[in-house]
């Protein structure tokens, strides 16, 4: 199986400066050092790209300003247009548009499935990388 | 002889009797009443007076606590008075409270009316209630219950904050100690919903 693949993921050109929603069943921000942490059915969307996990660790930049990065755990499904992926953990830091998924990934495409350990989305130009035992099953229509 | 002493005479006479009159002088002076009109001196209307009288209001009237985790919660309102149908319900107005965090933070919350039970435990705050905390929340909701002998609040209904992470919508909020170290969290429940709009972005590869 190749070490790395690179394959389309969803079909608009994604602006990371779109905004971003995330409604969830409960939300718990901690006074001390700020950090947020989303329960239950959470969804995050931005633009094309939708993700649901069980829960979402918010982490911001140092100065608060932004959110540097959310930590989705658990059955994280990640689907952009007609692509769906899925992984136990998922990285999505907004401000660099990228997500990057962990924990036995499996991407479906129309005809294609690949799995592999580890995947890199690139919002801004609907690329994904794939890295670790990538393995494509192709279906013919 | 007797004509020489007429001088001490007279002095021993004058050293007796000045002293009686001056005590004389001093007794009576506190009997001479001087004019002082206290009715003028109170700035309240006869009105007034019978008013606060009748329902015992108290103006600015502040609370204060220590919790026992080192938290200050001090609770002041412009005018307090009990409640007219159940005197053990202390009724307030314009009320703030502030909650001086052990860790340096503090939150703020305002209201336009607040309501106390008898046991002075906490404080139900009522209409256009603003929660603003020093780490940059700021939220509006109804109604919120207040406990003044710890950290402790919860919102009766909807809640909207707008937080350095975005505009954020929720059923319930709570404010209370969690976790192992006790720190104090924000708790959103029954659906959350964040709008969070990214700065321009800095990292475009």
């Known amino acids: 199986a ?3 693949l690179t394959v389309g993921f969803g079909e608009m050109e994604q602006d990371s400066s779109l905004p971003v929603e995330v409604t969830s069943d409960s939300l718990s921000v901690n006074q ?5 942490v989303f329960i239950g059915n959470v969804v995050v969307i931005q633009g094309e790209m939708r993700m649901t996990a069980d829960k979402v660790n918010v982490y911001y930049l140092e100065d608060q300003s932004a959110i540097e990065k959310m930590i989705a755990v658990g059955d994280v499904l990640l689907v952009r247009g007609p692509d769906a992926a899925e992984g136990n953990r998922a990285i999505y830091s907004p401000e660099a548009g990228t997500v990057k998924m962990y924990g036995d990934v499996l991407v479906v495409q129309e005809t294609t499935t690949i799995a592999s350990d580890r995947m890199t989305v690139h919002l801004n130009n609907n ?12 279906r013919n229509q | 002889m007797a004509s020489g002493n007429t001088y001490s005479q007279v002095v021993a006479f004058l050293k007796v009797v000045l002293p009686l009159i001056a005590l004389g002088i001093l007794a009576t002076l506190f009997l ?6 206290l ?3 109170i700035p309240f209307a006869e009105v007034e007076l019978e008013k606060r009288l009748r329902d015992q209001q108290v103006t600015a009237a502040s609370f204060s606590t ?3 985790s080192g938290h200050l919660v001090a609770v002041t309102a412009s005018t307090a008075h009990p409640d007219f149908e159940d005197p053990t319900r202390t009724v307030a107005t314009d009320l703030k409270a502030r909650i001086d965090l052990a860790n340096g933070q503090t939150i703020n919350v305002v209201s336009d009316d607040g309501e106390m039970d008898s046991t002075f435990k906490e404080v139900v705050l009522t209409n256009n209630v603003q929660f603003v905390t020093s780490s940059g929340i ?5 109604e919120m219950t207040m406990s003044i002998d710890e950290v402790r609040a919860e919102s009766s209904g909807e809640v909207v904050a707008y937080t350095q992470f975005g505009r954020l919508n929720a059923g319930r909020m709570a404010v209370r ?3 192992n170290d006790d720190d104090i969290y924000l708790f959103f429940t029954n659906g959350v919903r964040l709008i969070y709009t990214p700065q321009k972005t800095t990292g475009d590869q």
Request: glycine share 10%.
């Open chain 2, 177 to 179: 100690p969690a976790g």
């Open chain 2, 32 to 37: 001479v009443p001087r004019e002082v009109d």
């Open chain 2, 66 to 68: 220590k919790t026992s």
């Open chain 2, 138 to 142: 700021t939220m509006d909701t109804h």
């Open chain 1, 32 to 36: 001390n050092d700020g950090s947020a």
């Open chain 1, 2 to 4: 190749a070490q790395g």
């Open chain 1, 127 to 138: 690329t994904a990388e794939m890295h670790g035992r990538v393995k494509t099953i192709l």
């Open chain 2, 39 to 41: 009715e003028a001196a």
